[in-house]
């Protein structure tokens, strides 16, 4: 069987398979270490695949996520191992589900995400003049790209209220990425490819804007 490389008609057996690679080619960036971050995907019916709390994220395999309705975040079906409980994230990637129609969220720990959201004006990060911005749907290499800056908590769901709040304002509307304070990045796409592009993209865009910050 040939795995597939872009589609958005992918079976739920071959998203829970793809999330697991993700993670473990995330992990090797240094961007869901130390049991941080997270991924979601969705199935054909517009249910959300999410991957379990407190595990290390590159050895989570495709029966550890959990069946989640993304309208009010309940849980549909368990991980198959009943030790597993689900990701903080689940709120705040229900959010981006329903306000963005994201088919896909990835929550990074990366270090370049934290160190580009402290150079955040007020509460948004303007990322200029990169080629790389191409990358992401509906943006060019000569916009200005504004990103949300939101202010961390001490529980990741407790993230929701600010989350639910940028989403909705028209001046991100370009915007399929949230900065943390202090803490990480929620990055979407409309499927889980292009969730993966717009994460390495983003990675890129933070990694670019803090090096010319520093020159
Ligand atoms: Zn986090």
């Known amino acids: 069987m040939n795995a597939p490389v872009a589609s958005t008609r992918m079976s739920?057996?071959?998203?829970?398979?793809l999330l697991c690679e993700l993670l473990r080619l995330f992990y090797d960036r240094g961007w869901v270490s130390g049991t941080g971050g997270?991924?979601?995907?969705t199935t054909p019916d517009g249910l959300m695949l999410l991957a379990p709390t407190g595990v290390h994220k590159e050895r989570i395999q495709p029966p550890d996520f959990f069946v989640i309705d993304p309208r009010d975040g309940s849980v549909v079906k368990p991980a198959a191992d009943p030790g597993l409980r689900p990701s903080e994230?689940?709120?705040?990637?229900?959010?981006?589900?329903?306000?963005?129609?994201?088919?896909?969220?990835?929550?990074?720990?990366?270090?370049?995400s934290?160190?580009?959201?402290?150079?955040?004006?007020?509460?948004?990060?303007e990322i200029r003049d990169l080629e790389m911005l191409k990358g992401i749907r509906d943006v060019t290499n000569r916009d200005v790209h504004l990103l949300p800056v939101i202010t961390n908590t001490p529980r990741e769901y407790e993230l929701t209220e600010q989350v639910e709040k940028v989403l909705k304002e028209e001046r991100f509307a370009t915007a399929n990425a949230?900065?943390?304070?202090?803490?990480?990045?929620?990055?979407?796409?409309e499927d889980v490819w292009e969730a993966k592009r717009?994460?390495?993209?983003?990675?890129?865009?933070?990694?670019?804007?803090v090096a010319r910050d520093r020159s």
């Open 178 to 189: 949230i900065l943390v304070r202090d803490h990480g990045a929620y990055i979407w796409g």
């Open 89 to 112: 994230c689940n709120s705040i990637f229900s959010a981006a589900i329903r306000e963005r129609g994201a088919g896909s969220v990835v929550h990074s720990h990366a270090l370049s």
């Open 198 to 209: 717009h994460t390495e993209v983003y990675h890129f865009l933070f990694e670019a804007t």
């Open 114 to 125: 934290v160190l580009a959201a402290d150079l955040a004006k007020g509460d948004s990060l």
């Open 38 to 41: 997270g991924i979601c995907g």
């Open 12 to 17: 739920e057996e071959e998203t829970r398979e």
